[in-house]
């Protein structure tokens, strides 16, 4: 009616984003390296260590949904494991109303690379230069 056209992601992309479960597995499948960890939900404290044994520490352990370092820990043994899962658990449950948790290898002194791409429904496409991040 005023012409206006949303540019950005669909719906369906927005909410897999703000499912870190769900997006590490749509990332997994298209191929993308993803840092290692558990493919799924974490239910309990059984399951949460042996898979951060597997992994081996140190370990993240966070929430799926939410974000802004809530629901986040640095685990570096067994016992501060359980621990930091509990409180997350807790945590996100109260900030996000989902304590769906997930574990995976914490990556001290990580470095990514950002490419900015731009695209229009024309098929023109733009990239900026790339930025590193420490």
């Given at each position: 009616r005023n012409n206006?056209?949303?540019i950005g992601p669909d719906a369906e992309s927005i909410e897999a984003m703000g499912d870190k479960i769900h997006s590490k597995k749509l990332a997994f499948e298209a191929g993308v390296n993803?840092?290692?960890g558990f493919r799924g939900e974490i239910t309990s404290h059984?399951?949460?260590l042996k898979v951060s044994n597997e992994i081996g520490y140190p370990v993240m352990v966070k929430a799926s949904g939410g974000g802004g370092g809530k629901g986040m820990r640095v685990a570096y043994n067994d016992t501060e494991c359980v621990e930091y899962f509990d409180l997350c658990k807790e945590e996100a449950l109260s900030a996000f109303n989902n304590d769906k948790m997930l574990v995976e290898k914490f990556i001290e002194s990580p470095r990514h690379i950002e490419i900015q791409v731009i695209?229009?429904?024309h098929g023109n496409t733009l990239y900026l230069p790339r930025s590193e991040e420490r």
């Open positions: 206006i056209i949303f993803c840092i290692p059984d399951q949460l695209a229009d429904r």
